[in-house]
């Protein structure tokens, strides 16, 4: 195996021109593998981000009439110790009134939260721009949006009436952005205690929100599965995230397939380029094999040394191959902005999937010579030697 080594890393000084061919054409491929499946792997992790990120992704609600759910306490404690997956739960008392103010009527949602817990899904102290977050009973938080509907500042009141016909004043101390609209301008956040006093739902909630680790996310499903299995209550329903955006997941699955394609056609041609320029090499390269078979070199051998040949130039290109993609990606983000100067698509790396299509390369360029080596075992000594 050395002297089939040795030999193929001569045959490859040899051809200096047709090797740097090769182990550019595999560069190139690799690097739009890593280029392309990161790419996507970043936007898929920025739209799931953006859409559940901040949010809960999986949910207990209540099928009862009224949708509350009592002795939630023991609930929640239950929950946190059903899966080491769940990262953060979060009880909730939402409810809707009317906001009447300077002659306009909002409709709105007042949610209730346990801060503390509520702060691990939504980041709410992140997404206030002014003001603090509730300390006192009647103090609330508004959206952006809805801040500009009703013109209103910190410290003003508002009143809430409930469906029941309940009115609560409540005192803004701050105003907060999620980065979405319809939230900003329908949510107004409180603590639970307030919600259960001002719209007489008593000590309930109206649901138990949680949130999985990042590595999780598409496994959603499969946890509310088991929390609807060890709850075995048939008060509750346990929703996730995947239930309910079907077409975000329709759309991630069509950019994961597309993805695939790509990859899959650009490492066929780069096996096929390979195995064509290989076995012209056999041909090129017959007469120093006949030399080498008359002088007792074994097929075996000879077989090694196209191997060997595919093995480092899969090796070399990919190589290149990762740090042209990364070149790329890098380029890619500081060039494709957003208006405010952030990346179209954030940069994510993959170290896995890059490691994986490097490994793919150089196994494909290795496989790519199988044909090249299986010809030059059946090239016959003497045969070579006197066609010239």
């Not at 048939?234 to 996730?240: A, G, K, P, R």
């Amino acid at each position: 195996m050395k002297l089939a080594f040795r030999i193929a890393l001569r045959f490859l000084k040899s051809s200096k021109g047709q090797t740097i061919f090769i182990i550019m054409g595999i560069a190139v491929g690799v690097s739009v593998q890593i280029f392309i499946g990161t790419l996507i792997q970043g936007l898929q992790k920025s739209l799931v981000d953006k859409t559940i990120g901040h949010s809960s992704q999986v949910t207990i609600v209540s099928n009862l009439n009224d949708k509350t759910i009592d002795n939630w306490q023991d609930k929640v404690k239950a929950v946190s110790s059903y899966d080491n997956r769940l990262i953060a739960v979060s009880p909730s008392a939402d409810q809707p009134g009317f906001l009447k103010l300077g002659g306009k009527t909002e409709s709105v949602l007042v949610r209730g939260f346990q801060w503390d817990n509520a702060e691990k899904i939504y980041s709410i102290k992140n997404a206030i721009y002014e003001g603090d977050i509730p300390k006192n009973k009647n103090e609330v938080i508004i959206g952006k949006d809805l801040r500009k509907e009703i013109n209103v500042n910190k410290g003003d009141t508002i009143n809430i009436t409930a469906p029941n016909g309940t009115k609560a004043d409540y005192t803004i101390t701050g105003f907060f952005d999620l980065g979405v609209a319809p939230l900003n301008k329908v949510w107004i956040l409180t603590d639970i205690v307030t919600v259960q006093d001002n719209f007489n739902i008593g000590d309930k909630i109206t649901s138990i929100e949680m949130q999985v680790g990042e590595n999780d996310a598409f496994n959603a499903d499969k946890i509310a599965g088991i929390l609807k299995t060890k709850l075995n209550d048939d008060t509750l329903n346990v929703e996730d995230w995947k239930s309910q955006n079907g077409q975000l997941l329709s759309g991630l699955s069509g950019q994961g397939v597309s993805s695939l394609m790509i990859q899959i056609f650009v490492l066929i041609s780069v096996i096929l380029g390979i195995a064509s320029v290989l076995a012209i090499s056999v041909v090129q390269k017959s007469k120093q094999i006949g030399i080498l078979k008359a002088m007792g070199i074994k097929d075996k051998t000879a077989s090694g040394i196209f191997l060997f040949q595919g093995l480092l130039l899969g090796i070399v290109g990919g190589s290149l191959g990762i740090i042209f993609g990364l070149g790329l990606l890098t380029g890619f983000t500081k060039f494709a902005l957003n208006p405010d100067g952030t990346p179209v698509v954030p940069l994510f790396i993959d170290y896995k999937f890059i490691a994986i299509s490097c490994l793919i390369a150089i196994l494909s360029a290795t496989l790519a010579a199988l044909v090249p080596a299986r010809n030059s075992s059946r090239l016959q000594p003497m045969e070579v030697i006197k066609n010239g």
